[in-house]
């Protein structure tokens, strides 16, 4: 049989004598037995070092392992269910004679759903012991509360009796399962680096914990290191994933969110060290895109993101690849699995591209009709959860959905406004932007955002009141570079200023910048952003009174079509004609302007 663990410099008769605890066997109702115990006593004085047995419930020991002198490899035991014991328990020395369960003991005894876990010693000549086990019942978190014994001598430990107390452990864990809805749930932790970015590790990784309760995950805890570099195996340094994974079985995580993006061979490391599933902070905002897309091209843009995303990373997915026969379906004989999956993500990427391309060409149609229409177009951005769909409601009438989440809206709405002086602009509310926004998202998302291109203003919407909003704001431009949109005129506005009564913060924002403070929720200042509105616009255009004779009709319908009639009145002359004209329009129209009297 062999045994498990650390077996360097370990000399042959020691090794034969952890091999024949194999033939030892303990009775089912009882923890261990005294030979059991001073053998593997004997055998820890001599190497120093902890040395454990895992028991079956019909008392054979199916598992030997050696450890260092702190602590033991623990084998993978295929656990029965998640709401019951597994059906083994585990017995090991504690080289120090201290066997008070360590936390280590206490966290294998809960990621392992042990029957029980003991630790024994010799304290002088007498053979003493702790126990730890479930006690049936739920900590207020949810998770199983654990209850010690000990230390007490060994004949104490050998009079609990096994299969009483595991009987009842399950009938009190097998009655909180049928209420238990826990076990469904995504249980995160969240970990990053701080290598003295623009943004701080703490803003930073809060920013990813809202992100995780947005995607509908449990946030159980935050780990950060400091770290001018990734690691190339595994991001972070080996003791930090280690101390994670301390952290996974103590708090029963079963999913790990990094706050930067990482390499396939990355997160297949972290995943087989961990034994949980690993995502990124790309895969995080791809799943919450996922969600919030409504419409159909939304949800073409997010397959097309994701599955770009998940090519290079199909070589993780499976350490072993069977091979396919040659036949209907396969390129030709031998083709991996991986190459097939490959194949088909590649034909799939394809496809939505084309169809994409199909959409495409469908809003540049209806965007050479609404330039013909010569509406004026302005487009909100800004950072994700800035307000944007708020304002677009206030401003409008319209009832886009709205809530205090990040993306809480995806797919694109414009929506008409009429300004003060019956100007009529056409305003558009984009998708949320956001620090390290993944690059394949803006790809995807391009046809989407050509909107932001064709704007003829941007209303940059800022949260006011967030102390990261100068670094939200730079999140912005870099991706409206990306655009080729940065240039365009630009005015600032400070939403959520009903939450921010601190002037020299409003004068430290507004320096440099054309802007406004307004509050989309109470409607402060609103008026004042239409009238900024209306200003700029006014300001490209050119307003008159023109007299055309009822003969030259056809000059009529050429403003209609440029939609610059504000009013219209018949004389004997021909038809008067208040109109607003775009500057580069107004030439072919000025032999019938009339020179306003006074």
């Not at 990053?192 to 990784?205: L, Q």
């Not at 770290?227 to 280690?242: C, I, M, N, Q, S």
């Not at 061979?265 to 790309?282: A, C, H, Y």
């Not at 699995?337 to 391309?357: A, F, G, N, T, W």
Request: hydrophobic share 40%; net charge neutral; with cysteine.
């Amino acid at each position: 049989m062999e045994v498990h663990g650390e077996l360097g410099n370990i000399k042959r008769p020691l090794l034969e004598q952890l091999q024949a605890l194999y033939e030892l066997s303990v009775p089912a109702s009882q923890l261990s037995t005294h030979e059991l115990n001073r053998r593997m006593l004997d055998i820890t004085e001599a190497l120093g070092r902890e040395v454990a047995v895992y028991i079956n419930r019909q008392g054979r020991i199916s598992v030997v392992s050696v450890g260092d002198a702190g602590t033991v490899d623990l084998p993978e035991f295929k656990a029965r269910s998640e709401h019951r014991l597994s059906g083994t328990r585990c017995v090991h020395t504690h080289p120090s004679g201290d066997t008070v369960l360590s936390d280590p003991d206490l966290s294998s005894l809960r990621h392992m759903r042990f029957d029980v876990m003991a630790a024994i010693g010799r304290d002088g000549k007498e053979i003493v012991g702790s126990m730890g086990f479930f006690s049936g019942e739920l900590q207020p978190d949810g998770m199983p509360e654990v209850q010690c014994f000990g230390p007490a001598s060994e004949a104490v430990l050998h009079s609990v009796n096994m299969v009483r107390l595991i009987t009842v452990i399950n009938k009190k864990l097998g009655r909180h399962a049928m209420k238990e809805t826990r076990i469904t749930e995504e249980r995160a932790i969240l970990a990053g680096i701080e290598s003295g970015g623009s943004w701080s590790a703490k803003a930073s990784m809060e920013e990813l914990a809202r992100l995780a309760e947005t995607a509908g995950a449990i946030v159980l805890g935050q780990i950060t290191q400091r770290k001018e570099r990734p690691d190339t195996a595994f991001f972070l340094g080996r003791g930090k994933v280690e101390e994670i994974g301390m952290a996974v079985q103590n708090m029963e995580a079963n999913l790990l969110i990094l706050d930067d993006e990482i390499t396939p061979s990355q997160q297949n490391n972290l995943e087989q060290g961990l034994g949980i599933k690993v995502i990124d902070r790309t895969a995080l905002i791809l799943d919450i895109f996922a969600q919030r897309a409504r419409s159909r091209e939304g949800k073409l843009q997010v397959e097309l993101a994701q599955l770009k995303y998940r090519l290079p990373r199909l070589g993780g997915q499976g350490l072993v690849l069977s091979r396919l026969g040659g036949g209907i379906g396969t390129r030709g004989p031998g083709e991996t699995k991986l190459e097939v999956d490959r194949r088909r993500i590649h034909s799939r990427i394809h496809d939505i591209e084309e169809q994409m391309e199909s959409m495409r060409q469908r809003r540049k149609l209806h965007r050479s009709r609404r330039r013909e229409s010569r509406i004026p177009m302005a487009a909100l951005v800004g950072y994700t959860n800035a307000g944007k769909s708020t304002l677009l409601n206030a401003l409008t009438g319209s009832e886009v959905y709205v809530e205090d989440q990040l993306f809480a809206t995806l797919d694109p709405t414009t929506r008409h406004l009429f300004l003060p002086q019956k100007q009529e602009i056409l305003l558009t509310d984009t998708v949320g932007f956001i620090q390290k926004l993944p690059h394949m998202l803006v790809t995807a998302f391009r046809a989407t955002l050509e909107d932001v291109q064709e704007a003829d203003f941007l209303l940059h919407v800022v949260d006011c009141s967030n102390a990261e909003a100068e670094r939200q704001i730079a999140s912005v431009i870099e991706v409206l570079k990306e655009l080729d949109a940065e240039a365009k005129p630009t005015l600032y506005v400070f939403n959520k200023a009903d939450c921010l009564e601190d002037e020299k913060r409003k004068e430290q924002l507004l320096r440099d910048r054309d802007g406004i403070f307004i509050s989309a929720r109470d409607g402060r200042n609103l008026d004042g952003l239409k009238k900024r509105l209306e200003e700029f616009f006014l300001d490209r255009q050119v307003c008159m009174t023109l007299l055309v004779p009822f003969h030259e009709g056809r000059m009529v319908t050429a403003l209609h079509h440029l939609n610059a009639i504000r009013s219209t009145e018949y004389t004997e002359q021909g038809t008067l004609l208040e109109v607003c004209l775009p500057n580069s329009k107004k030439d072919a129209f000025m032999k019938y302007r009339i020179k306003e009297q006074g």
